[in-house]
């Protein structure tokens, strides 16, 4: 199946509508603890600092907090469909899990990485043109360091990717993936910039790390419920994503899930130009 949405009402696509304000909020909190510290002392003002810093470095490493940016986790449904998505692409990998998913008639949404896509401009087509959706991932995929970037450098790679992805396919991407699930108090703005919505997941196997496809397809298959978003991979070190990829679409045939592609994931370039 191509393509799946909720209904003529609603959508899955939602841009976060005022990222500022959640900027603003944040900039009022510590004004509130430097109060507290000064009217109360550290003993009350220590405390509540430590409180809301935690909160902060929770929202922005928990892959599914939703305090700063909004997040797709799963699809609202009780039919027996996940949402397939593969991170990091395009690779090596990316022909193999194409005939896979074929083989299986199975779609996808790929989250390609900018800078790895202007090298395989055809292998990005070739997943356009073969019926999967095309998200963005970031232009350079900085994992060790993207929790900590400024409203700038968080621009520059979320901005640069979708000129890229859009120069190549002609179609504007309406989904996006965090490096590492990782999501600042500064993505939403460039999301709402470029009309984006950000992607979680609720199951994923840790197959982008060092592993065995048995146990990762274990790991995502306890997660699996009607309206799953998984979490995989392409590309990896190991070596072992196109086995996992092979593994888990066999257990979905064996189980009665069929794949969705949400909303048909692009819109065309002049479209959002025309808006």
């Known amino acids: 199946m191509a393509s799946w949405g909720m209904s003529t009402t609603g ?17 009022l909190s510590q004004v509130g603890v430097a109060w507290l510290w000064w009217r109360y002392g550290w003993a009350l003002g220590l405390p509540v600092m430590a409180a809301t810093h935690l909160l902060v470095v929770w929202a922005t490493l928990y892959p599914r907090a939703t305090v700063f940016c909004p997040a797709l986790s799963r699809l609202p449904t009780a039919e027996r469909v996940v949402w397939l998505t593969i991170d990091d692409g395009p690779s090596a990998d990316t022909p193999a ?15 390609l990485v900018g800078e790895r896509a202007l090298v395989q401009p055809e292998v990005v087509q070739a997943i356009r043109d073969r019926g999967h959706g095309i998200g963005n991932h970031s232009a350079t995929h900085p994992d060790t360091r993207f929790w900590r970037l400024g409203p700038g450098a968080l621009e520059d790679e979320i901005g ?59 790991r995502i298959t306890r997660d699996i419920a009607p309206g799953a978003i998984v979490l995989l991979h392409e590309g990896a ?3 072992h994503n196109v086995a996992i990829l092979a593994q888990l679409l066999a257990w979905l045939d064996a189980q009665g899930y069929r794949t969705v592609v949400p909303e048909s994931d692009p819109v065309p370039a002049a479209t959002i130009a025309a808006a």
């Open 160 to 218: 640069r990717n979708q000129s890229i992805l859009t120069a190549i396919t002609g179609d504007t991407p309406r989904w996006y993936r965090s490096v590492v699930g990782m999501t600042n108090p500064f993505v939403g703005l460039s999301l709402k910039r470029h009309g984006l919505t950000r992607v979680a997941w609720s199951a994923r196997g840790f197959d982008g790390v060092d592993c065995q496809p048995q146990q990762v397809l274990a």
């Open 97 to 111: 899990m194409l005939d896979l998913l074929d083989r299986h008639g199975a779609k996808a949404t790929f989250f």
């Open 237 to 239: 070190t190991h070596g």
């Open 11 to 27: 959508t899955l696509h939602r841009p976060p509508r005022r990222p500022g304000l959640i900027l603003g909020l944040l900039a």
